[in-house]
């Protein structure tokens, strides 16, 4: 049964590729034998990151600099993949941002500005939209199916919990999480459910992965506040979050489709 998790001959594209849960998510698919393309809007790290994967895994392995707000530069993402790769077959829409300014991400709803809430939703939204279109399309062409994961949150299925903010700092300024993101994320949800039938005769499944809070440098009274609402008792670290994008990748789950997976150390089950 445990060739069912082989990914040998299948390649595989993650946006995001160098971040928090990208950078470990790609060395599993590597792992398991899949060639990896981490895209990433930091060019260097997907290369250094790509570099590092081969040398470890064995397998090929690029970095690809893209936007995924740009239509361009995702269509010319894809292209490099295939051209370098031969192919797409695994995708794991994973790129989200939050704003390029930390004080206007953090600001009350009554004040977000909805220049902020345009710039989210050309990442988290626009981008799943973008990636999914240029590489469904590729699917379609090879004409062999495939394996769409897409990063959605907990926080896409419930509200933020407002009380484990009130105690936390960054930059001088109280922490939340915007309804931009909560927005962007359950909207994640729909994109997939819709893609999953849309495509499902073409043979390519489409899942949503659904992480709950990933440890990430926070500070010890955010962490005490979120840990006391978790049934584990703790956050999530980056690596637990590969399994369940494998399990999706692979053969393994050749029946699912259209499903969210939920890894939240019990969050969602208060």
Known sequence: MSDIFDLSGKVAVVT?????????????????????AVVDVNGAAAKTLAEQIADEFGVK???????????????EMAKTVCDKLGGIHILHNNAATKA????????????????TWREIMAVNLD??????QAVGK???????????IQTSSIYGIVAPHQKIYEISNIIGKKINTPAVYSASKAAVIGLTRYLAAYWADKGIRVNTLVPGGVESGQD???????????????????????????????DASSYMTGQMMTVDGGWTAW
């Open 220 to 250: 010890g009274p955010f962490l005490k506040a979120y840990n006391e609402h978790v049934p584990m008792g703790r956050m999530a670290q980056a690596e637990e979050m590969v399994g369940a994008v494998v399990y999706l990748a692979s």
């Open 16 to 36: 995001g590729g160098a971040g928090i849960i990208g950078t470990p998510v790609c060395k599993g698919l590597a792992e398991h034998g899949a060639a990896v």
């Open 100 to 115: 390029a300014n930390m004080n206007d991400f953090f600001a009350s709803f009554e004040d977000f500005k909805l220049e």
């Open 138 to 148: 590729q699917m379609i062409k090879q004409g062999n199916g495939g394996s769409i």
């Open 127 to 132: 981008g799943m939209f973008l990636v999914a």
């Open 61 to 75: 392995a690029i970095g690809v600099l893209c936007d995924v707000s740009s239509p361009q530069s995702v269509a």
